[in-house]
Every structure is written in structure tokens, then in C-alpha cells.
């Protein structure tokens, strides 16, 4: 099926194309509707995955790419390159199509095969131009101008708590999946096919408009009361502290809050058992906080959590992992450092004997009784 977290789809030419959001995720495009022919299917895509995993059928959503051994954390699980490449931009079916058919000629006969055993939720524009929209992944984020067909990774289902990470590397030329926890043999791997963190009710209708499908994921058969109210609660504060915290005039006014916020994000994103790009971000939000205020000691601890974050979601060959590395090695050459401004220390000043609590606690500025909740 199809691609992940980043995005609302945005209907381009009856292409549902997914448009991610500019930070946390990469998006993905599209979703089947789980037909109840799918299980049925021959499952052609069984070479995919090698000895990692495997397309075979999953309950409540078809097949899905299950993992065939424990597959660790920031293990990279494929580096999939485009069967084809569209245009987002494009706005009518026929063209679409013209483009599909083109790259469906240069691919091989079992790529072009396999692309036509693929889900169609939107069958009214077709095989060709319906199969594609409803397994595309944009390539890159929130302005991306193309998607692309990956046929290892359209087979990753959507969950709204993930445990993968999907990352267009425009350096490699290919979208790269990595486990964004441990995932154990047997497991489904899945993708974020949203933005944001919408609450179940809101969740539910996206994805049925969007990409045709009603989601059966371990977050959503959360009994409706006390477990489901709280997962929808938590998701709505975390998209609030994410405006918050990404508001740059409280950046030194409001320094000390902020960092509380960025603090409380964190605590809320484990809380939800979200481990894929949102958690880097955090970090990299609150690692923008200490250096602007000119903390280079603080900022380079949140530098550290954000490179760990990034290699794990993204790998340590990435671009935005090397950019990482160097606000590691120098927090100071970041551009929004000022040396004049209130937290002034240097990277001498990260204390060395404090037990793992206090060191939260310095590290967030938190007040010595810690903050409610
Ligand atoms: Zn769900």
C-alpha cells in the first residue's frame, strides 16, 4: 500500500498526492482501500524484502510488508529507487496517464506486472493514473513537486504510532525506510501516511477521504472512553506546543517557558509511543532555544539527542545528519548563536556528576520539584 507521515493528500488531478508538512515527516502518498480481493492475491513482490521482510497478508488491511527477523532501531530496511516519477503539478488524467505509460515502458516487464497488482482506490481515473495515486510517495516535503512510484516501499502500510520512518534522499536518489523503534519478527512495518497528529475522529475521516481507507491500527482500536480520549488528548497538546515552540519571537522573551514546552512535547510524544522524525524535530527545536539564548553547553547535549534521532530515522549517511554533526562538534556556528545573551555558558559548562533525573533537570532548566505533569 502505501507511503507515510507527512501528509494530507492534496488532490492533484484526481491524484490523491500526499503534501507533507514542512518538518516533521516525509509523506506519503497514498493508501488502498483494503478490498476483500487482496488477500487473494498472488503476492508477486516476495523478492523485495530479502531476508528482512516480506509482502504477505495482514489482518484488516490486505497484504502489508511483514518482518521476517527482529529488526533493531535505525536499521535501514530498504533504499528504494522510483519504478517512475510524476509530476505533482500535473492536472489532468490524460496527461497522467501519458506519463505513467512512459515510465512503464522503460521499466521491466515484472516491474510494470507488479505496478498493476498494486491497490486502486480511486478507480474512476483508471488503472494506470488510479494505481498511482493511490501508491505514490512525494519526494521530499511539504513543497515537494514530484512523487514517485517505489514498489518496495507502496507495500508499507499506515499506523497512527508508526514504527518506521520513510525519508526521500534526494542524495542517493532513493526513499529510504528505516525502524524508528525495534520492530520483532513477525510484525508489521508501517509508515505515517499524516501530517499531524490528528485525534481519532479527525484521523478516521482523512484517511477515508484522503486515501480511501478506514484504519484499523493498534491507536485506533482503542476503546472509544478514558484510553482513547487520552491518546486524543496528548495528540492535540502536542500539535500545540509544536506552534509554540516553533513561535521564533518567544525564542529569547519567553526562553525559559519555551524550553519547558519543548520538554513537555518530548514527554508527550513518549507518552503516545512516538519514536519516528517528530522526535528529532523536538530536539532540534529545543536545541535552537539554547543557542539562540547562547547556552552552547545545553545546546550541544540537544544536538547530540537530535543527531541520535536523525541517524536512527534517517541514517548516518544522511545530509541532515551531517549538518547535525556539526552543531555537535561547534554549537556556536549555528547562525541564530549570540554570545551577548542570557544563558551565556560554554560546552565546558555540561555537568558531569549528576544522576540521570537531575541531568533532565538541568538540562530543561526545570524547576528542582519538577513542573506539574
Ligand atoms: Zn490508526
Not at 489532468?92 to 498493476?116: C, H, N, P, W, Y
Not at 536512527?312 to 561547534?330: F, H, I, L, N, R
Amino acid at each position: 500500500m502505501a507511503p507515510n507521515n507527512d501528509d494530507v493528500a492534496k488532490d492533484v488531478a484526481g491524484l490523491k498526492i500526499s503534501d507533507k508538512p514542512e518538518k516533521p515527516r516525509e509523506g506519503s502518498a497514498a493508501v488502498s482501500a483494503a478490498g476483500p480481493e487482496k488477500g487473494d492475491r498472488s503476492i508477486s513482490a516476495n523478492h523485495l524484502g530479502g531476508d528482512m521482510w516480506v509482502v504477505k497478508p495482514v489482518p484488516n488491511a490486505g497484504n502489508g510488508a511483514v518482518a521476517l527477523r527482529k529488526i533493531a532501531r535505525g536499521e535501514r530496511i530498504m533504499a528504494d529507487v522510483p519504478l517512475f516519477v510524476v509530476p505533482t503539478t500535473v492536472n489532468d488524467v490524460k496527461t497522467m496517464q501519458q506519463i505513467i505509460a512512459l515510465g512503464l515502458k522503460k521499466a521491466s516487464k515484472e516491474q510494470a506486472r507488479e505496478f498493476l497488482t498494486l491497490d486502486n482506490a480511486h478507480k474512476v481515473n483508471g488503472p494506470l493514473v488510479g494505481t498511482a495515486s493511490t501508491n505514490v510517495h512525494p519526494m521530499g516535503g511539504g513543497g515537494a513537486t514530484e512523487a514517485g512510484l517505489f514498489l518496495a516501499a507502496c507495500r508499507i502500510n499506515h499506523a497512527c504510532v508508526p514504527n518506521a520512518q520513510n525519508k526521500w534522499r534526494k542524495d542517493l536518489g532513493r526513499m529510504t525506510v528505516h525502524a524508528a523503534r525495534d520492530i520483532a519478527a513477525g510484525e508489521e512495518i508501517t509508515l505515517t501516511y499524516l501530517p499531524a497528529l490528528f485525534p481519532w475522529a479527525e484521523r478516521q475521516t482523512i484517511l477515508k477521504d484522503h486515501f480511501g481507507f478506514k484504519c484499523a491500527c493498534a491507536t485506533c482500536a482503542l476503546p472509544p472512553g478514558e484510553k482513547r480520549d487520552a491518546s486524543d488528548r496528548r495528540r492535540k497538546e502536542i500539535n500545540e506546543l509544536d506552534e509554540k515552540v516553533g513561535d521564533g519571537k518567544r525564542i529569547v522573551k519567553n526562553a525559559e517557558e519555551m524550553l519547558h514546552d519543548a520538554w513537555r512535547k518530548l514527554k508527550l510524544l513518549r507518552e503516545e509511543g512516538i519514536t519516528d522524525a517528530w522526535v528529532s524535530r523536538a530536539w532540534h527545536d529545543a536545541f535552537q532555544i539554547a543557542i539562540a539564548n547562547g547556552d552552547q553547553a545545553r545546546a550541544k547535549v540537544f544536538a547530540e539527542r537530535d543527531y541520535e534521532a536523525t541517524v536512527a530515522c534517517e541514517g548516518k549517511d544522511s545530509p541532515e545528519a551531517a549538518q547535525t554533526m556539526q552543531w555537535v562538534k561547534s554549537p556556536k556556528a549555528h547562525p541564530l548563536y549570540s554570545g551577548k545573551l542570557q544563558w551565556k555558558q560554554g560546552v565546558d559548562k555540561i555537568p558531569k556528576d549528576l544522576s540521570d533525573e537531575e541531568f533532565e533537570k538541568w538540562l530543561f532548566r526545570l524547576p528542582q520539584e519538577g513542573l506539574a505533569n
